[in-house]
Each structure stands twice: as structure tokens, then as C-alpha cells.
């Protein structure tokens, strides 16, 4: 119950092409929903994060969509370019943060 | 947004010896902060979770005589890997939970290689 799945594991994309990556969740505790992008031997930065009471955050070229009674979530990445290579991971908590569980990853190329 | 370092960023040592990772909050307070452990091309594992002025609280299978954990400070926590083994490398980051927006910010991890 504490897992969070993600996937693909790994995504190609043309760049200016749509990057669609999708997590679920079995835990109905969880509460704030938030992705994090991680670039070779660099920590994770959190790209945008939300909470279940909206369907969807939009900031810049990266969208997160929510479906609660799915319990599943997706980043889109509009417009992609290769700058934005890198490996994406969802994540889910609850009780305040206190409980914080990361999907496995998703490599993300964008070819020029 | 909110910053969180560690130091050092990269650390070579032979095995036996023992090696501190320090991680710090910059511009906010952490009562709270966490110690993930990262093999190649996978997910971020836990480690423990550190709070200030009490014990850290290990998950399972991590063993907490051989990474010790101190989090002396609301900006300030420190892991030891004691008597360090070639098994023991890996990439090592902290995070910071803002204690006033709950987000969780890493640091830019520590690579240790143990010889």
C-alpha cells in the first residue's frame, strides 16, 4: 500500500513532442503529490507538486494531472527539449510529509 | 526556492576508516530531515529520518550502529558511515522538510567511494 508505481521506466521523445509520464497509488491517505527531476550525480528538484483537492497544476511547460478516484497522477511536459533529459520521479505523502514514498524513476531522453 | 547543501560533495577513503556527510538548510528550518541512499539508475531509497534533538528513526534492514545519524541543529544534520566497506559506496543525499510548506528539498548528494 505504501508503493507508488510509475511508469515507463524509460521515454524517447522528439523535441517540441509531448513527455507523458504516469504514477499510481494505492495509499487513499496520501495527500501532496509532488515530481522530482534528478540530472546524473545531482540531487533531486522538486518541479511541481500537488494536492488532491484540484485535477490539475499547470507551471510553464510542465502540467500535473490528477485523478483521484483513479488514485493516479501524470506530469506532461509540453514542448520538450533535450535540456530536459533526465529522470523523472514521482512521489506521494501524507501526514504532513512525514511519510514519503518515491515511484522508481523514469529516464526521459529528448532528441534534438 | 529553498536551498540544502552537503559536504563534501564527492569523498574517496579507504576501507575501515569512517566518513561524516554533512547537510545543512540554508535559508530555512528543518526539524525534520532525510537520508536517502542511490544506486545506479534506480529510485531514491531511505535511509533513516533524522529529527532535531531526538534519535533518528532507521528503516528496515539499515543499520543504525554503522550509519550514525545527528541532527544537532534545525539547519544541521550529519551522517557517519563508520568502518566504511567497498559495499558501503554509493551516492548518498539529504533532504530538508520545510517545516512551514511540508515540501521535502535534496541536497546535491555526496558520492562516496570506499577503496
Known amino acids: 500500500q505504501q508503493q507508488v508505481k510509475q511508469s515507463p521506466q524509460s521515454l524517447i521523445v522528439q523535441k517540441g513532442g509531448i513527455s507523458i509520464i504516469n504514477c499510481a497509488y494505492e495509499n487513499t491517505a496520501f495527500d501532496y503529490f509532488p515530481w522530482y527531476q534528478q540530472f546524473p550525480g545531482k540531487g533531486p528538484a522538486l518541479l511541481i507538486a500537488i494536492r488532491p483537492d484540484v485535477s490539475e497544476k499547470k507551471e510553464g511547460r510542465f502540467t500535473i494531472s490528477f485523478n483521484k478516484s483513479a488514485k493516479q497522477f501524470s506530469l506532461h511536459i509540453m514542448d520538450s527539449q533535450p535540456g530536459d533529459s533526465a529522470t523523472y520521479f514521482c512521489?506521494?505523502?501524507?501526514?504532513?510529509?512525514?511519510?514519503?514514498?518515491f515511484g522508481p524513476g523514469t529516464r526521459l531522453s529528448v532528441l534534438p | 526556492g529553498a536551498v540544502v547543501s552537503q559536504h563534501p560533495s564527492w569523498v574517496i577513503c579507504k576501507s575501515g576508516t569512517s566518513v561524516k556527510i554533512e547537510c545543512r538548510s540554508l535559508?530555512?528550518?528543518?526539524?525534520?530531515m532525510f537520508w536517502y541512499r542511490q544506486f545506479p539508475k534506480q529510485s531514491l531509497m531511505l535511509m533513516a529520518t533524522s529529527n532535531e534533538g531526538s534519535k533518528a528513526t532507521y528503516e528496515q534492514g539499515v543499520e543504525k550502529d554503522k550509519f550514525l545519524i545527528n541532527h544537532a541543529s534545525l539547519t544541521l544534520s550529519t551522517l557517519t558511515v563508520t568502518s566504511a566497506h567497498p559495499e558501503d559506496s554509493s551516492f548518498y543525499i539529504c533532504s530538508a522538510r520545510d517545516t512551514g510548506t511540508e515540501t521535502q528539498y535534496f541536497g546535491p548528494g555526496t558520492r562516496l567511494l570506499v577503496l
Open positions: 535559508d530555512f528550518q528543518a526539524t525534520t
Open positions: 512521489a506521494a505523502s501524507y501526514n504532513y510529509g512525514q511519510n514519503f514514498v
